[in-house]
Structures are given as structure tokens and as C-alpha cells.
Nanobody, 124 residues
């Protein structure tokens, strides 16, 4: 069982940056594919980015390509989301997620472990 705790969210002006962190506890983190999803009020959770267990393969939603970077540090049991050039439409709760024994994680239906989420608000 993996427990995920996000941090790093907050209020930022458009064009600014944030780095989200997701700290994991449990013994299976290093072999789990990790991902970030977002959820806006009244909406379903939406894929943002994913990273393979080794960090060698990443995928991004089209609307964040070139702006967001996902990374992981397995020695620290932590996954990150560097968010640059933030836009007001990026405003949402960002949720860390993982799945054991998978290459990539791009669907909320395939998640084994969810964090509680951290709020990101981008002002105009």
C-alpha cells in the first residue's frame, strides 16, 4: 500500500511557476508508474503528466507540453511537477497518483493510489 501526500500548491500570477511535490510512503513506490491529474469543480479528473518507474519515459497532456515537467527521485520516494508559464485555465486541484506494475498511467480508471490533492490557483 502506497500513501501519497502532495504539497507546493498555492496562488500564483499568470506566467509564474510552481513546483508540486508528491511524497510517497510504502514499499512499492520505486516500481510504480506515477502521474499527475487535475480536477476542476464539477469536472472529472483529467490527465496531466505521467512518468515511468525509472524516469526514462514521460507523457504529457497536450495543453501542458512545453510548460510542465514531471520528474521523480526514487531515492526520496518523491515525484515532482514543475509548472512554468502558468495560465488561469491551469487553476485546479492537482492530484498525485500511482499504479504498480504498469509502464505509464494516463487514465484515472487505472489508478491504484491517489493523493489528497493540492490546490493551484493562477490569477490573471
Amino acid at each position: 500500500q502506497v500513501q501519497l501526500v502532495e504539497s507546493g500548491g498555492g496562488l500564483v500570477q499568470a506566467g509564474g511557476s510552481l513546483r508540486l511535490s508528491c511524497a510517497a510512503s510504502g514499499r512499492t513506490f520505486s516500481t510504480s508508474v506515477m502521474a499527475w491529474f487535475l480536477q476542476a469543480p464539477g469536472k472529472e479528473r483529467e490527465f496531466v503528466a505521467t512518468i515511468s518507474w525509472s524516469g526514462g519515459l514521460t507523457k504529457y497532456a497536450e495543453y501542458v507540453k512545453g510548460r510542465f515537467t514531471i520528474s521523480r527521485d526514487n531515492a526520496r520516494n518523491t515525484v515532482y511537477l514543475q509548472m512554468n508559464s502558468l495560465k488561469p485555465e491551469d487553476t485546479a486541484t492537482y492530484i498525485c497518483a500511482g499504479r504498480a506494475s504498469a509502464l505509464l498511467l494516463m487514465s484515472s480508471q487505472n489508478v491504484n493510489y491517489w493523493g489528497q490533492g493540492t490546490q493551484v490557483t493562477v490569477s490573471s
